[in-house]
C-alpha cells in the first residue's frame, strides 16, 4: 500500500479496514445510485429488480475477473433507444429476450478474443482513437450534470432557483477541495462527505420532500417476470453489441491507467468482458435490464485511491440490500438532483481527464498527421451533436465516435499496409 500527500493508496487485491469498508461502499452506491435507477424508471419497470441485478451483477464480475478488475455494473444506457422501441411496440418482457440474446453474443465475442487474442485492440482503436473515446465518457455526461432529472442538478431548467446553484456549488466545492486538502481517513471519502455536506444543505433551504418517508414498508419485494422472445426484438437490439464493446474496452483502458495495471492482459479482456455480458443476460432472464461498468465509480476511485475489489463488493451488497428494504432506497433518492449534480461535475470531468491521461502516457505523436487526425474527428464526433439514424436505432455522443473511430482506424491501417500513405 502506498501513499502519496498524506492518501493511502489501497490497491485492487489489498484489504480494506473494515472501519473504512462501510464509508467505502456507500460513496460507491451514492455515485452509481441515480444514473442506474433511471433506467428502469424510463422502462416503466420495477427499481427493485434492476438494483438486485446490479449487485448480483458486480458480484459475479469480481468472481469471473479473478477479483483483479474493480468495477461496478450498473444498467446500461446503450439499450435505450431499441429498447424503448420494442417495449412501445410489444412490451418490455420481448426486451427482455433481446437482452438476453444481446449478452449470449456477448459472452461469444468472449470466447473469440479468448482464441484470439486482443492485439487487435490497437488496429481498429490505437491510442490516438482511444484517449479521445475514453474522455468522451465523462464529456459527453458533462451536460448531464447541471440540466436535471435524476443525475443531475435543476440549473438549467425554468424552475431553477437560487437555492439550486447553492446547493450544488456547496456540494461540488465541498468535493474539490476535499479530494486535495482532507487528509488520511477522510482523504479516502471526499465523494461521501460532499455528498452528507449537501444533503445537510438541501434540508436546511427545506429542498428534501419529507413525505417520501411517511407509511414506507420496511421490506418490499423485486417484481420478478419470465422473458418473451421475438424476431423483430432481437434484431432491433443486436446492433448494440457494437456499442457495448467498445464502452466495455475503453472503461477497461481507463481503469487499467488510473490503478497502474493492465486489465487487458491480467485478468484478460475476454474475462472482464464475458462477465459484463453473462450479467445483461442474467438480469434480462428475472426481469432486470442489461449492466455494464459505470464510469461513475471509475471516476470515485480515480478520485480516492481506493481501488480494491473489497469495496466495490461492499458497493454491490449494499445495493441488494437496498432492493429489499424501502426506507434505503428512499434515503438515497432524496438527495438526487443539485447534490448528485455537484459530485458528477467532478466525477464526470475526472474520466474526461482520464482519456487525455491516456494521450500523454501513450506519448501519442501529434506531429504525425494520422495521429491528428484520428483525435480531432473522434472528438467532433462525439460533441458535435451530430446523429445518424438507421432504423431502429440512433447513433450520437460516444457511441457515433466509437464507430468513426473503428471505421477511421482501419482506413488508416489499410492505406498504411497498402503503403499509400505520405510518409
Partial sequence: MGEIKNKKIYQVDEKVPFKLLLPLSLQHTFAMFGASVLVPILFGIDAGI?????????????????????????????????????????????AQGAFIVVGLLGCLLAFI???????????????????AVVSLIGFELAANTVSGGAIGANLMTDTATYKDVIVFLITLSTAVIGSVTFRKFFATIPILIAIIVGYIASLFFGMVDLTQFENLKLFTMPIFQAPKFSLNSILTMIPVILVIASEHISHQVVTSN?????????????????????????????????????????????????YSVEVIAGAAVISIVMAFFGPLAAIINSILGDVIGGVTFLLYGMIGSSGIRLLVDSKVDYGNNRNLILTSVVFIAGLSGLTIKLGAFEFKGMVLSSIVAVILSLIIFTLEKLHLTND
Fill in 113 to 131: 478474443i479468448y482464441k484470439f487474442g486482443t492485439n487487435w485492440i490497437d488496429v481498429v482503436l490505437p491510442p490516438a482513437a482511444m484517449g
Fill in 50 to 94: 434492476v438494483l438486485l441485478m446490479n449487485g448480483i451483477g458486480t458480484l459475479l464480475f469480481i468472481i469471473i475477473t479473478k477479483k483483479k478488475a474493480p468495477a461496478y455494473l450498473g444498467s446500461s444506457f446503450a439499450f435505450l433507444g431499441p429498447a424503448g422501441i420494442v417495449i412501445a411496440n410489444q412490451g418490455f418482457q420481448y
Fill in 258 to 306: 488510473i490503478i497502474g495495471r493492465n486489465l487487458i492482459k491480467d485478468p484478460g479482456l475476454h474475462r472482464s468482458i464475458f462477465a459484463d455480458n453473462f450479467s445483461s443476460a442474467l438480469s434480462g432472464l428475472v426481469g432486470g435490464v442489461p449492466t455494464t461498468t459505470y464510469g461513475e465509480n471509475i471516476g470515485v476511485m480515480a478520485i480516492t485511491g481506493v
